[in-house]
T-cell receptor, first 117, second 113 residues
Framework: AQKITQTQPGMFVQEKEAVTLDCTYD???????LFWYKQPSSGEMIFLIY??????QNATEGRYSLNFQKARKSANLVISASQLGDSAMYFC??????????????FGRGTSLIVHP | SQTIHQWPATLVQPVGSPLSLECTVE??????LYWYRQAAGRGLQLLFY??????ISSEVPQNLSASRPQDRQFILSSKKLLLSDSGFYLC????????????FGPGTRLTVT
């Protein structure tokens, strides 16, 4: 079963508008982390934001915020005031503990965001 | 500051040929190292990870292998490439302790013909 589900293969938004990218996850581990990465057409993966399972407040980083709803197991990314440079693939990922103390991330399939002028 | 290098940037190889992709990290010690593959239009699939020299964990069965001959060097290899090995290969590192952030290299685009 998929551990990270991103149901929106593609999203379109007008420049300066806000957009929400959906992400749901599945885990039985009480301690986990959720994060989002941005992948422009160049291919590099850029870390955007992180939310720990025990964090009481939603994470924010500049124009990025993570809408964490633990009971619903969702971790949606909100981008406010979209810019043309925000056009990219966006990946949601979850980190779970493995035996031996390592933390292994699982990535979703991604959402393609296109910002229109 | 820390940097991660991958080479080559692009590679076109015939089916049945060998493969060697290299990843090196500078500016940090004893990192966790990861190899991912991203097929066209797909998410990242974790192939291997390593928590130390000579320690390799494989996530999926395949004809690829990984090695970590030095602390900050991670190599992805194959003896005989398949068409299905085509994709975008990303190396990443994270600090060995409980760290949520991974730092990715620029990637290698492999086309098997």
């Amino acid at each position: 079963a998929q551990k990270i589900t991103q149901t929106q293969p593609g999203m379109f938004v007008q420049e300066k508008e806000a957009v929400t990218l959906d992400c749901t996850y599945d885990t039985s581990d009480p301690s986990y982390g959720l994060f989002w990465y941005k992948q422009p057409s160049s291919g590099e993966m850029i870390f955007l934001i992180y939310q720990g399972s025990y964090d009481q407040q939603n994470a924010t980083e500049g124009r990025y915020s993570l809408n964490f709803q633990k009971a619903r197991k969702s971790a949606n990314l909100v981008i406010s005031a979209s810019q043309l440079g925000d056009s990219a693939m966006y990946f949601c990922a979850m980190r779970e503990a493995r035996s031996g103390g390592s933390y292994i991330p699982t990535f979703g399939r991604g959402t393609s965001l296109i910002v229109h002028p | 500051s820390q940097t991660i290098h991958q080479w080559p940037a692009t590679l076109v190889q015939p089916v049945g040929s060998p493969l060697s992709l290299e990843c090196t990290v500078e500016g940090t010690s004893n990192p966790n190292l990861y190899w991912y593959r991203q097929a066209a239009g797909r998410g990242l699939q974790l192939l291997f990870y390593s928590v130390g020299i000579g320690q390799i964990s494989s996530e999926v069965p395949q004809n690829l292998s990984a090695s970590r001959p030095q602390d900050r060097q991670f190599i992805l290899s194959s003896k005989k490439l398949l068409l299905s090995d085509s994709g975008f290969y990303l190396c990443a590192w994270s600090v060995l302790a409980d760290s949520y952030e991974q730092y990715f290299g620029p990637g290698t685009r492999l086309t098997v013909t």
